[in-house]
C-alpha cells in the first residue's frame, strides 16, 4: 500500500513538473516571439528602405556608352545598395507596368521610343531618408554638372516608409512591453501552483530544523534547469515559427544576423532562469514563513 502511495506521489511529481515546463515553455515562446520581432524588425525595414528607387535622368547629348562609364563610378560610392543601367527598351517595359507590353506602350508612342537611357538606384538604409536622398541628389548634381539633368525620386515615399516604421515601432513596443509583463506574471503563477503542492514537504523540513539555505538549494537547482530546458523548447517552437513565416511569406523574409541569433537564443535562456529563480525564491520564502496552520 505504501509502494503504491509512493509511486503515485513520485508520478504526481513528475506530471506537475511537466506542465511547469510545458507552461513555462509556452510563455518563452510567446516572449521570444516579441524579442525575434524586434531584432527582426531591423531587417525588414532595411529591406523596406532598400527597395526605394531613385532615377538618374541625363542630358540629350549623352550616349549609352558615357552613361555607362557613369555607372561605374557610382556603383563604388557608398551611398548605393545598388545602381544599375536602364536602357530605353528596359525603360519602356517598366514604364508600362505589368498591365501593358511592349508593342501597346509602342502604339501610345506612337511607333517611337522617346523615354531616355537612365541610371536606376537603391539606396543605403542609411541614405533612405528625406536628409538622405536630398545629399544624394545634391553631390550627384555637383559631381556631374555636364552630364545629368534630373535626380528624381518620389520623396512622399521615402517621408511615408520612414514615418510608418515610426509608428510601427512605438506600437510594437507599446504590445511587447504589455505582453512580456503578462508573461512574467504567468510564469510566476505557475511556479507558484507548482510549489504550492509542495508546501508540506516544504515545512516539514523547516520542523526537522533543516535551515532556510538547505531547504532552498534543491528547489532553485530545480528552478534553474526547468528555466533551461523550457526556453529550449520555446526556442525549437520559435525557430519553426520563423523558418515557416520565411517559406510562406517569401517576399517578407526576416533575416537575422549570427549576432542577433545567438543574442536570442542567450535572452530566451537568461530570462527563463532568471523569472524562475526569482518566482521559486519568492514562493519558497512566502511558505517558509507561514504557519503550518495557515498551510490549509
Known amino acids: 500500500m ?3 502511495a509512493e509511486e503515485l506521489g513520485k508520478k504526481g511529481l513528475r506530471t506537475s513538473y511537466i506542465s511547469t515546463v510545458i507552461g513555462i515553455s509556452l510563455v518563452l515562446f510567446m516572449i521570444g516571439l516579441v524579442l525575434g520581432g524586434v531584432f527582426g524588425l531591423k531587417s525588414v525595414e532595411k529591406q523596406a528602405k532598400e527597395s526605394l528607387q531613385g532615377d538618374i535622368f541625363f542630358k540629350s547629348e549623352m550616349n549609352d556608352a558615357d552613361i555607362k562609364q557613369v555607372e561605374l563610378q557610382l556603383k563604388s560610392w557608398s551611398e548605393f545598395k ?3 543601367f536602364v536602357s530605353p527598351e528596359r525603360a519602356i517595359k517598366e514604364f508600362g507596368g505589368e498591365n501593358q507590353n511592349e508593342k501597346e506602350m509602342y502604339e ?3 511607333g517611337e521610343n522617346l523615354l531616355p537611357p537612365t541610371i536606376g538606384f537603391h539606396p543605403k538604409e542609411q541614405y533612405a531618408t528625406k536628409k538622405g536622398m536630398t545629399l544624394v541628389k545634391k553631390k ?8 545629368i539633368d534630373e535626380v528624381n525620386y518620389d520623396k512622399s515615399i521615402v517621408e511615408k516608409v520612414n514615418l510608418g516604421f515610426k509608428q510601427f515601432v512605438f506600437l510594437f513596443l507599446s504590445v511587447a512591453i504589455l505582453l512580456i509583463i503578462i508573461a512574467v506574471a504567468m510564469i510566476n503563477n505557475t511556479i507558484r501552483l507548482a510549489l504550492y503542492s509542495k508546501r508540506f514537504t516544504i515545512k516539514t523540513m523547516q520542523l526537522v530544523g533543516a535551515t532556510g539555505s538547505y531547504i532552498r538549494k534543491p528547489f532553485l537547482w ?6 533551461i530546458v523550457s526556453a529550449i523548447i520555446g526556442l525549437a517552437l520559435l525557430l519553426s515559427v520563423f523558418y515557416a513565416w520565411n ?6 523574409e526576416i533575416n537575422y544576423t549570427i549576432q542577433s541569433f545567438l543574442l536570442l537564443i542567450a535572452s530566451l535562456i537568461i530570462i527563463g532562469v ?3 529563480l526569482i518566482s521559486t525564491w519568492f514562493a519558497l520564502n512566502k511558505y517558509l514563513r507561514m504557519k503550518l496552520d495557515d498551510l490549509y
Open 2 to 4: 505504501s509502494e503504491k
Open 274 to 276: 532568471f523569472i524562475t
Open 82 to 84: 545598388d545602381v544599375y
Open 140 to 147: 550627384l548634381l555637383n559631381l556631374f554638372p555636364e552630364e
Open 247 to 252: 517559406n510562406v511569406l517569401i517576399s517578407l
Open 108 to 110: 501610345i508612342l506612337k
Open 222 to 227: 530545480q528552478a534553474v534547469l526547468q528555466g
